[in-house]
DNA sequence: ACCTGAACACCGTTCAAGT
DNA sequence: ACCTGAACACCGTTCAAGT
C-alpha cells in the first residue's frame, strides 16, 4: 500500500495523492474501490497513533471512555476531511477494531448487557465524530458564522420565542468544545446506566420506558 | 428570493440551481454568500412543513421532543445533502428557531435549568442530524458496504477482541434508523435528567460527577 | 449599477489504448 | 495482464466585460 501523507491537514483528493505518487489518478483504484474507502482506511492509519490499551488500574471505566473519546475527537478534528467521512462511513481495519474492543470492554464495566453496549459503542462514537466535524469545519471558517448564528438568534421575538430570547445565544455557543463533549459523554453514560435495549425488539414500546430509576419530575 | 425546487431529492448544486433559473451560477451570488448559506436557508424552507407547536395536553414532554427529532431526523435523511449540510452549518430562519424554541420549552418541563436546556438541545439536534446523516449517505451507496463492515468485524482475532467477537456484528447493525434513534433519545433524555452543566464553568471535575441517582453498579 | 458569460482551479471515476 | 493518459461529467467561486 502506497505511502500516504501523514502531515496534509489538507483535504486528501484521489488527484492530490496520486500527484503526490506521480501518477494519474487512475491508478489509484487499483488499490482501492473508490474515495470512501480511502478515508476509512486513512482513518484506521491515524488510529495506529493511539494510545488504546486499558492497563492502569487506578482510572475507572468511566474516565477510561472519556479519554478514549477525547483523542478520538480530537484526531478527527484536527483532520476536517476525515471527520466528515467517519461520519459517513464506518472505518475499517484493526486499530478500528481495537477501539471497539476498548469501548465494549469498558462499558461492560460499567454494567452494560451486551446489546445495550454495542449500541452505546455505535451512539458514543457517533456524537464524538458529529462534534468533530462541526469543530473542523468551524475552524476552517475562521468562526465567522458564529456571528452569524448570534445575529440569527438575536432576531428571535420575544413574543413567540420567550425562552429562546431568555435564555440568549450563549447557551448555544458557551463552553470549549472539549467541555462541551466532557458533558455530552456524562450525559450519555449516565444515561446508558437507565437505558436498555428492549429485550424483545419487535413491541414498540422503547419510547416510554422510562429507565428503571425517575427522579427529577 | 428565487424559486427553489422543493422536489429534487437530488443534492442541491450552484449550478443547477441556476441552471434551473436559466442563468449563469454567477447570478446566485447576488442572493447567497456562498453554498453553506444556501444550504442553511433550505433547511429553513424544508422546516416550515413541520409541525412545531405544542397544542395537546395529552402529549407529554418526552413524548414531543421523540416525535419532534424524528419528524426532523426524517426530514434530512430523504436528503442527503442537507443532513451532511445541517452538521456543519447552524440552519437559520424562523422556522429553526421555532424548532429551538419547542425544545427548549419541552426539556425545561422536563425539570431541565436553562443551560443544561440550551447545550441539550444542541446535543439533541446534533444526533438527530448525525444519523439522518448517516443514514442518508447509506441509503444512496444501496447497503453494500454494510456487508463490508461486517467483514471487517468477521476478520476480528477471538485473541484480541473476544467481547467484539461474543457480541457478533449484528450488535453494530441491528434495528430499524428510527427504533436505534428513538433509543438514542431516551437515553439522552434519561441521561440529561442527572447531568446539569456544573455552575461553576471552569472548574474540570464534571467528568466525574455521578448525577443525582446512583442505581446499577 | 446591476447582472452574468466565461474562465479558473479544482473534483471522482471510467475506459480505451499503450506497455 | 497490468497500468495509466486522457477524457467525461461534474463542482464552487471569481471577475472582467457587457447591458
Redesign the interface.
Known amino acids: 500500500m502506497a505511502v500516504i501523507d501523514q502531515e496534509g491537514a489538507e483535504k486528501l483528493t484521489m488527484r492530490r495523492l496520486a500527484h503526490h505518487l506521480d501518477t494519474g489518478p487512475a491508478s489509484l483504484y487499483v488499490y482501492v474501490r473508490n474515495i470512501?474507502e480511502l478515508n476509512a482506511l486513512l482513518i484506521d492509519r491515524h488510529l495506529a497513533g493511539l494510545d488504546l490499551r486499558w492497563d492502569d488500574p487506578d482510572e475507572s471505566a468511566?474516565?477510561r471512555v472519556?479519554r478514549t473519546l477525547e483523542d478520538y475527537a480530537q484526531l478527527l478534528a484536527s483532520r476536517p476531511a476525515l471527520a466528515q467521512a467517519a461520519?459517513?462511513?464506518?472505518p475499517?481495519?484493526p486499530h478500528?477494531?481495537?477501539l471497539?474492543?476498548l469501548l465494549?470492554?469498558a462499558l461492560?464495566d460499567?454494567?452494560l448487557d451486551?446489546?445495550t453496549?454495542?449500541?452505546?459503542?455505535?451512539?458514543l462514537l457517533?456524537?464524538a465524530?458529529?462534534?468533530a466535524?462541526?469543530q473542523a469545519?468551524h475552524a476552517s471558517?475562521n468562526a465567522q458564522?458564529l456571528a452569524?448564528?448570534e445575529a440569527?438568534?438575536g432576531?428571535?421575538d420575544p413574543e413567540?420565542?420567550?425562552?429562546?430570547v431568555?435564555?440568549g445565544p450563549s447557551?448555544?455557543t458557551?463552553?470549549s468544545p472539549a467541555?462541551?463533549n466532557?458533558?455530552?459523554v456524562?450525559?450519555?453514560?449516565?444515561?446508558?446506566?437507565?437505558?436498555h435495549?428492549a429485550a424483545a425488539?419487535l413491541t414498540?414500546d422503547?419510547?416510554?420506558?422510562?429507565?428503571?430509576?425517575s427522579?427529577?419530575?
Chains 1, 2 share one sequence.
Open positions: 470512501t468511566r474516565q472519556h461520519l459517513i462511513t464506518w475499517q481495519g478500528y477494531l481495537d471497539l474492543e465494549l470492554r461492560h460499567l454494567g451486551t446489546p453496549a454495542g449500541r452505546a459503542v455505535d451512539l457517533q456524537v465524530t458529529a462534534s466535524a462541526e469545519a471558517v458564522d452569524e448564528l440569527t438568534l432576531s428571535a413567540r420565542h420567550p425562552l429562546l431568555e435564555a447557551v448555544f458557551g463552553g467541555e462541551r466532557a458533558w455530552a456524562d450525559v450519555l453514560i449516565n444515561g446508558l446506566l437507565r437505558t435495549v425488539p414498540d422503547t419510547h416510554d420506558t422510562d429507565g428503571t430509576c427522579v427529577g419530575r
